[in-house]
């Protein structure tokens, strides 16, 4: 719930830009028509053109639908062909990539998203969601031999296509949904045939040792903070009264060595910020130190007096 998913978006068109693929429905009316103007049903070329009958190719990709009118009116007036036709341009329908979605979200499936909304966040969105035990990080598979063009903020970019006869390259990438700042804008765009694959976050869990009642591993609850003092507590609480060294050790992802960080049972409780926040995968541990030692020898010793046989 704290994720960021509108880094995972591009830019997109409004839905009244003509992009490559987009079938069109072109009226040209001269007035000498003896019932209705022509119609003619176009699809817009991998160049960003219509083939308009008589008129001749004309660019349309990455212009709004009125522009697109004006577009072929100029072209049809330039060319010699009318003198002052009444154009009319609207969309008959756009052309879709299919997404397959898997794994941890509401629904499952494969959408059919319009090429300039063909992104990561549009594909999760259309399948419902995260789950809540989902994790940040997903897989996207898709095909190489689907090219998009990059860095440029035309809309046609959004749309670029280009078709192989050969067997598609298949694409990997990883991205973290919690790492949003990492991601470029190539990572988030969605080629036809695109699978994204949402994992299932791995247990969330702490391992407690030392000097506590009852060491091991435990499960960090789903939601909220997981804080020292938590951690200690499920492990039964400090075997001695007098413990008070802590050692946190935490892996850091990029980082090879473990860090280590110091902390204080009895500054825990009773100065909040001393109370660390714990993170999954931290192994918290109340040392030895030389006083523990001793009280667990003097107490060795009182035992073993008390148990002791006493002769006459």
Do not use: C
């Amino acid at each position: 719930g704290d994720l960021d998913l509108t880094q995972f978006a591009r830019p997109v068109a409004t839905s009244d830009i003509v992009a490559t693929g987009d079938v069109l429905m072109v009226t040209i009316a001269t007035g000498l028509e003896s019932k209705f103007p022509p119609e003619y049903t176009l699809r817009v070329d991998e160049k960003g053109n219509v083939m308009v009958p008589l008129v001749g190719p004309v660019r349309v990709a990455g212009l709004k639908l009125s522009d697109a009118d004006s577009a072929i009116y100029d072209a049809a007036v330039s060319r010699g062909l009318y003198k002052n036709p009444n154009v009319s341009v609207t969309l008959e329908s756009q052309r879709m990539h299919r997404i397959v979605v898997a794994g941890s979200v509401e629904n499952p499936g494969t959408y059919n998203l319009p090429v300039a909304s063909s992104d990561v966040l549009s594909a999760l969105v259309a399948a419902g969601g995260l789950l809540h035990e989902a994790d940040t990080k997903i897989e996207i598979r898709q095909p190489t031999n689907h090219n998009v063009s990059r860095g440029s903020s035309d809309p046609e970019r959004f749309a670029s296509y280009r078709e192989s006869s050969d067997a598609p390259e298949i694409r990997k990438t990883e991205l973290d949904l919690a790492r949003a700042q990492h991601v470029n804008d190539w990572d988030v765009l969605l080629s036809d045939g695109a699978v994204i694959t949402v994992r299932e976050r791995p247990p969330q869990t702490v391992a407690v040792m030392g000097k506590v009642k009852e060491p091991g591993q435990f499960d960090m609850p789903d939601s909220g903070e997981f804080r020292l003092l938590d951690a200690i507590a499920l492990a039964g609480g400090s075997s001695l009264a007098v413990a008070d060294k802590i050692y946190v050790v935490r892996n850091i992802e990029g980082v090879e060595e473990p860090i280590l960080i110091k902390a204080s049972l009895r500054e825990a409780k009773s100065d909040p910020q001393a109370n660390l926040r714990l993170t999954a995968g931290d192994v918290v541990s109340i040392e030895d130190t030389p006083l523990t030692m001793g009280v667990e020898a003097i107490t060795k010793i009182l035992r073993f007096g008390v148990s002791s046989p006493v002769g006459f």
